[in-house]
């Protein structure tokens, strides 16, 4: 029996190791995945012809990149987690440190941490935010509510790509940023949650005005007197009103999706 209990104690005391490990960083194009403790794991997707190019050679190619910076720096700051082929593409997944590893190993600028010590580090909280719920924009948000709560954490990026954080998004930047979950944002150029709040809110008004005509027809088809008669005002509802013609001119935009990004773009969670 005791031998039993010491065997189920094991096997409990392993379980608890192993809680976490092996965590799956599943994708289907390139996302940053932000740790909760703020580590980055980093899964990039490309297309790789495998009849042009050497499977083993590139992940040499992989390892000595890694060995390369982690001499550098004479830490372990960089590892590989997963390298895999499949259908012509190539699924290459690091995981990283902290942010500052990530950013000097792909010359990319990143920040992960409080807003608080994202203000230290100088990066500007001057932009237009929108808070985000149920996976909307729901409202914009000035910078000044924003540092109210200075100790929730934030992403602060400039490239293009997608995030997903290890909680839930507050508020994002209103500019290049497309909402996918609640813990997911594309950064994509050319976007503007604010426009997307706008039209929105555009839509609930007529959806609205459109509702109150109705009940108004209605209210008047029932306004007819006990004796049959109708008011004056009422036979004016057969008329036929001329409508005014509205023109709607939307501006065109240029693309640059393909472009690098020169904006950051802001995502606040907790």
Known sequence: MRKKIIAISIL????????????KYEAKKSTLFIESDGGVVSKDIEAFDTHEYSKSKFEKYVNSRIDSYNDQVDS???????LEFKNDMVSLTLSYKSYKDYSKFNNIELFVGSISDAIAEGY?????FVKVEDNKPVSKVSCNKILENNSDKIVIIKANTRIKIDGSIKYT??????????DTVDMKENTNL??????????????????TKKEKAIKKKNSVN???SVDEKDLEVGKVKKKETNFVFKEDKLSTSSQISDVFSYVIFD
Do not use: F, H, Y
């Open 194 to 211: 604010l426009d997307e709040l706008s039209n929105r809110k555009s839509a609930a008004k007529k959806a609205q005005l459109k509702k």
């Open 124 to 128: 500007s909280m001057d932009t237009n």
């Open 173 to 182: 930047s209103a500019k290049d940023v497309n909402l996918i979950s609640d």
């Open 226 to 228: 006990a004796d049959g």
């Open 12 to 23: 409990v005391l392993m379980l608890g190791l192993c809680t976490g490990c092996g965590k």
């Open 76 to 82: 372990k700051a960089i590892k590989l987690k997963e």
